[in-house]
């Protein structure tokens, strides 16, 4: 029998209202996640990947957005529909999440450590002394010198670094099951990204928990990923194995992010860029979305929007005319 998903997307669909339409920001998005797996969602600026995973924590703002469909199942908990009270103790404790930007996220007034142990206080209803020592236990555990003394500054007077560090501390506080990882290492120079994965790799190594982690990054996604999911306007149009994906991605615009890294042995002159804007989401092409930026475009691709099939016999999928004819 196979293993049951820790978290299951089936049909998530988010829009919002606005001044010059309705933005379509998911459209039927369905995946699976397991224990000890990380699921990479790829794709551009506005592509739906933040949202996506802000729906399913129950952070999209209504109005302006709301859930038109689908369902996200935790285990047994259906969490779309459950009360906001019921909601908020899952999210922290079973299902966390850091964000992109620590400086943002982190409240600018209170101390580090007082926000690290407010997750205690609040789930575990620990005393503000043992609240405190745990947050400096966490610290410790991703990295943080001087726990003791950084756990009484203020987010101003921590680096860029720092401040990830002690979001990823918060998001582990309650030993998640489920954790979601938006642009992890953005803004931060190459030596600090790759000790932020290999830290995150480490405790689900230890954890189990699975992960899904938002990038633009593909280095990031080779070094860590399990699994692969590209999205482009709001739909997945490429899914399988990482392996898989980086040997042979199949859908044009996964090629287009392929070529567009660059490598050190090619003897490439030039990088090959996704030519093109992505469409507006509000007013989306007809047919395929990715027709009026597709090397391959054909006349069907431009009235006939294609749904995402399996490809061979693996567990792999892609949503292109040309793939399903080939």
Same mark, same amino acid.
């Given at each position: 029998m196979a293993e049951q998903p820790l978290l299951s997307v089936d049909g998530l669909t988010v829009e919002f209202d606005t001044d010059d339409g309705v933005v379509h920001a998911v459209t039927d998005l369905t995946y699976d996640l397991h224990r000890g797996e990380t699921?990479?969602?790829?794709?551009?600026?506005?592509?739906?990947?933040?949202?996506s995973v802000q729906a399913l924590m129950g952070l999209i703002p209504q109005p302006p957005g709301r859930v038109v469909a689908g369902t996200v199942h935790y285990?047994?908990?259906?969490?779309?529909?459950m009360p906001e009270r019921k909601?908020?103790?899952?999210?922290?404790?079973?299902?966390?999440m850091i964000f992109q930007d620590p400086l943002t996220s982190l409240n600018p007034v209170f101390p580090v450590g007082w926000q690290l142990g407010e997750m205690v206080r609040l789930h575990e209803g620990a005393s503000r002394k043992a609240a405190f020592g745990r947050a400096v236990e966490l610290m410790e555990q991703v990295g943080i010198p001087n726990p003791a003394q950084r756990a009484r500054q203020f987010p101003h007077q921590f680096s860029g670094g720092m401040?990830?560090?002690?979001?990823?501390?918060?998001?582990?506080?309650?030993?998640?099951?489920v954790l979601i990882a938006d642009e992890p290492t953005t803004a931060l120079d190459v030596t600090v990204q790759a000790q932020i994965m290999e830290l995150l790799a480490q405790v689900q190594e230890l954890t189990g928990m699975g992960m899904i982690l938002i990038t633009h990054d593909l280095g990031v996604v080779a070094s860590v990923a399990d699994r692969?999911? /590209?999205?482009?306007?709001? #739909? !997945?149009?490429?899914t399988g194995s990482a392996a898989e994906f980086y040997a042979e991605p199949k859908h044009p615009y996964s090629q287009g992010l392929m070529a567009s890294v660059p490598r050190l042995l090619s003897d490439?002159?030039?990088?090959?860029?996704?030519?093109?804007?992505?469409?507006?989401?509000?007013?989306?092409?007809?047919?395929?979305?990715?027709?009026?930026?597709?090397?391959?475009v054909t006349d069907r691709c431009r009235t006939e929007?294609?749904?995402?099939?399996? /490809?061979?016999?693996?567990? #792999? !999928?892609a949503a292109c005319h040309q793939v399903e004819a080939g």
């Open positions: 699921l990479a969602i790829m794709g551009e600026s506005g592509s739906g990947k933040s949202v285990g047994e908990l259906e969490l779309l529909s909601r908020r103790e899952v999210r922290g404790s079973e299902i966390a401040r990830q560090r002690a979001m990823i501390a918060m998001a582990l506080a309650l030993s998640p099951k692969v999911m /590209v999205m482009y306007a709001g #739909r !997945a149009v490429e490439i002159d030039r990088l090959v860029p996704v030519d093109g804007q992505p469409p507006s989401v509000v007013h989306l092409p007809p047919g395929c979305s990715f027709n009026p930026r597709c090397p391959q929007r294609p749904d995402l099939l399996t /490809v061979g016999a693996g567990p #792999r !999928a």
